[in-house]
Structure formats: structure tokens, C-alpha cells
């Protein structure tokens, strides 16, 4: 099977959850809650959390509450992300953003009954030891040390990172992204592997993958914010507007590129334990520095 295919049917699998999970009503948050989980996109994080589990012996079915989980808690984020307080945009994914179709206050609602319902899901997948962890895990990378966090030092740094040294803007931008992307794609792997009772050796060469392909993923995002068809990734860059620290901002396209590749091989190298099992997990590395929105 190739990668296209592969991924067209997870997404198949986890939209149809995702329905199935979402409210239903016909109340103003709602359907703003349906409107942004509802809108496309590229899947990432359930299909990471099926993948991690299945890889080390579960079941897709049965983490699908935890897989619906992570792209709650993805959407949120972006909902949030697109305020006027953060990043200002009117776009996501080729629509109006939540707040430009429901306004700032419900648009703001419609993010915390996402997160809030993420933790609810969690429990669908039973209660156990394993669901406890896998919970701590989600909570830790969403929250002030993770997402969060990530997100509070790219809206302080906006701006302020060009009067920092050289080695000291680096380290800022390594540790923002870490947490504002990394983190959830890392917990997304961690989550479905911990459901499904991996070992050590395991959950170790899964977090290496996920931080690599979580940094190849940014430093590609950042990329394509500079040389991007704006059509295709439905949504204008806000990044340069916003004076953001990125990676092509700090290195230049080209070494911004070249660090995305190597992180891209890390990652790949990590899947050495699986063998031909993660396959897929290794062209999807490919395919975060190849696409193009």
C-alpha cells in the first residue's frame, strides 16, 4: 500500500469517529466546534496515535477515543492560535476562521469544550494504569509545559528575538517549537504506545521519531509560510508580518531545509526497532518535508 492510500484510509477511519464523538445539537457551540474539527486537515496526530499503538500490539478501534482526543486538543489550539490576541488570521484550511464566522467569544468557548471534552474521550479507553499515564502524558504536552508553554514564548518572543544574540535566538526557537509542536505530535505516539502496553525500548525510539518528525514539521510549516502557495495551504503567511522567530528567519532557507532532512533521517533511524512493521511511519517522515501545505 502506498502512503496515499494508507493515510486517505486512516483519515476515513478517524473522521467517521470524530462525527461520531462530536456533538450533535444544533447550538451555536456546537456547531462552531464542529466547524473547526470538522474542516479537514491533514490527520496527523490521531493517525500517529493508531500507528503507535498498533506498531507495539493494539488494537486501532480501541484507541480511537484517544486518537479523536489528540485532534481535539490540535484544534483547539488552532482555533485559539487565530485570535486577534495571538495570531490574527482570518484563514484556516481555506475557511474563515472560528472567530470570523462565530466571533471572538465563541470562537474562544468552542476551543475550551474541546480541550475539556479531549480529556473526557480519554476515559472511553477504560480505566486502568495505562489510561491514567496515557492521560498524564496528553496533559503534560497540551499545557504550560508543552503546547502552551510553547505558545506563551512565541507570543512574548514575537518582535524581541532580533535584540538576543545569535546561540541565544537559537535556543529560544529550538525550545518554543519542542513544546508548541513537537510535543503533541511526541505525545501522540507516546499516548497510543502506552495504550497499548509498549515496552521501553519501544516508547523510547517512538519519542525519538516523534521529535524529529515534530521539528522537520515546524521548520517545514516555517518554510512554507515564506514560500508557499498561499491556495494550496489556505491561509496567508502571518509569520514575517508578526516579526515571528522562525527557522528561515533565523537560517535562511536553504539551512532551514537541510536541518528538516536531518532531523527527517533521525527519525527514520528510530524506526530500526520495528522493522518493516513501520513502513508507513517512515514515508509519512518523507512526506512532512516533501508536501506542500
Request: proline content about 2%; hydrophobic content about 40%; aromatic content about 6%.
Amino acid at each position: 500500500m502506498n502512503l496515499k492510500a494508507w493515510l486517505a484510509g486512516r483519515r476515513v477511519m478517524v473522521e467517521k469517529a470524530l462525527r461520531r464523538f462530536l456533538p450533535t445539537d444544533s447550538s451555536l457551540l456546537s456547531r462552531a466546534m464542529r466547524y473547526s474539527v470538522m474542516a479537514g486537515g491533514k490527520r496527523l496526530r490521531p493517525v500517529l496515535v493508531i500507528e503507535a499503538s498498533t506498531l507495539c500490539g493494539g488494537n486501532a478501534q480501541a484507541v480511537m477515543p484517544a486518537a479523536c482526543a489528540l485532534e481535539f486538543i490540535h484544534t483547539y489550539s488552532l482555533i485559539h492560535d487565530d485570535l486577534p490576541a495571538m495570531d490574527n488570521d482570518d484563514l484556516r484550511r481555506g475557511m474563515p476562521t472560528s472567530h470570523k464566522k462565530f466571533g471572538e467569544a465563541t470562537a474562544i468557548l468552542a476551543g475550551d469544550a474541546l480541550l475539556t471534552g479531549a480529556f473526557g474521550l480519554m476515559t472511553e479507553c477504560g480505566r486502568n494504569p495505562r489510561v491514567i499515564e496515557a492521560v498524564r502524558l496528553l496533559a503534560a504536552a497540551a499545557g504550560n509545559t508543552g503546547m502552551v508553554g510553547g505558545q506563551m514564548e512565541d507570543t512574548v518572543e514575537s518582535g524581541r528575538w532580533r535584540n538576543k544574540n545569535r546561540k541565544t535566538a537559537q535556543r529560544y526557537l529550538r525550545c518554543i517549537h519542542e513544546k508548541k509542536t513537537g510535543a503533541l505530535i511526541t505525545a501522540s505516539l507516546l499516548v497510543g504506545a502506552t495504550l497499548a502496553g509498549a515496552g521501553k525500548r519501544q516508547a523510547e525510539q517512538l519519542e525519538c521519531y516523534g521529535k524529529n518528525i515534530g521539528l522537520a514539521f515546524q521548520i517545514t510549516d516555517d518554510i512554507l509560510d515564506v514560500t508557499g502557495d498561499k491556495k494550496l495551504l489556505g491561509k496567508k503567511g502571518s509569520d514575517r508580518d508578526n516579526d515571528k522567530l522562525t527557522y528561515p528567519a533565523l537560517y535562511g532557507l536553504d539551512e532551514s531545509a537541510r536541518m528538516a532532512r536531518r532531523a527527517i533521517d533521525e527519525a527514520k533511524e528510530a524506526l530500526s526497532l520495528f522493522g518493516g512493521k513501520a513502513a508507513m511511519l517512515a514515508a509519512l517522515a518523507d512526506y512532512i518535508t516533501e508536501r506542500q501545505y
